[in-house]
């Protein structure tokens, strides 16, 4: 078995479903399917139950999985030994963002990070928490931007900025003419959300401790992404909890909403930089570091 049909059979294992795998994997489907089929006729035994809506793990595959995910680690290592030789601010870096922080950074962060590394192209991938850690582990990706606190062996965490929430009404609503809003009064609220397995949705919950009551989210409603729902609240189908990132730029430039601050301790999230403790390119991480720094996003407070 080679180093990239254990690539194919990890992704599977990780998405589930063949066109997300080999998305992941950047092939095309039936390239990873014939992989997989060479795979397991060398084996003589199915790593994977298909079903038209499902595709499943067995036993077997379940350890075959493990082994390889071992194997693809050791196999970074030595990448990354290799790779200590040359110069470290030279040659593509792979980042991987979360969804809700992604597109408000991307078009800081790249010209920044231009201007201290010139010859560092980044290779950039949006996603969830939960598919990026895995991929960073694997060494598909070279460092993440997510929500902290998060420790796990093996990875270094290091925070780079808090960024406070806002919440974000109509321009129809009556709290439209107020300074502030308590968290607490979020309660009964039409609240839009983002969808469950988005950890800027649990963010939310978690500080605004009396949406987590049996009936508080009972007239909420959830959007795909934090600018669908900045629309949604445009359109007067509620109120909405955003990283000032995401709300700050509207104030003044989008009339049919309103942003106001979090009545005294405002509630917020710390982002920062997650690496592999064996990446041998600590300056290439110190750069990256560097340029969010110097991005200057609105509302937020670096961690210097």
Known sequence: MTLTEMRYIVALARERHFGKAAEACHVSQPTLSVALKKV??????????????????????????NQALRVLEEAVRLEEIAGAAGDPMTGPLRVGV??????????????????????????????????????????????IVIALPFAEPGLV?????????????PASHPWVDRADVLA????????????????????????????????????SLEGSSLETIRYMVASGAGVAV????????L????????????SGSSPFRTVGLVWRVTFPRPQAIDAVRAAL????????????
Request: proline share 10%; glycine share 6%.
């Open 40 to 65: 397991e006729g060398q084996l003589g035994a199915a790593l994977f139950e298909r079903t038209a809506s499902d595709v499943r793990i067995t036993a077997l595959g379940e350890r075959i999985v």
């Open 98 to 143: 979360i969804y809700t922080i992604a597109p408000y950074l991307f078009p800081k962060l790249i010209p920044a990070l231009h201007k201290h590394a010139p010859a560092m192209p980044l290779f950039l991938k949006e996603d969830f928490t939960a598919n990026l850690i895995p991929a960073l582990k694997a060494g598909e990706l070279d460092v």
């Open 157 to 169: 965490a290091q925070p780079v900025y808090d960024e406070p929430f806002r919440v974000v009404v």
């Open 184 to 219: 607490d009064e979020l309660d009964g609220q039409s609240l839009l959300l983002l969808g469950h397995g988005n950890c800027f949705r649990e963010q939310v919950l978690e500080s605004c401790p009396r949406l987590a009551a049996p009936d508080a989210l009972e007239h």
């Open 242 to 249: 955003m990283p000032s990132t995401a709300a700050d730029p």
């Open 251 to 262: 104030i003044g430039k989008e009339p049919l909403v309103k942003v106001l601050p979090f």
């Open 293 to 304: 720094l110097s991005c200057r996003l609105p509302g937020t407070n670096s961690r210097r």
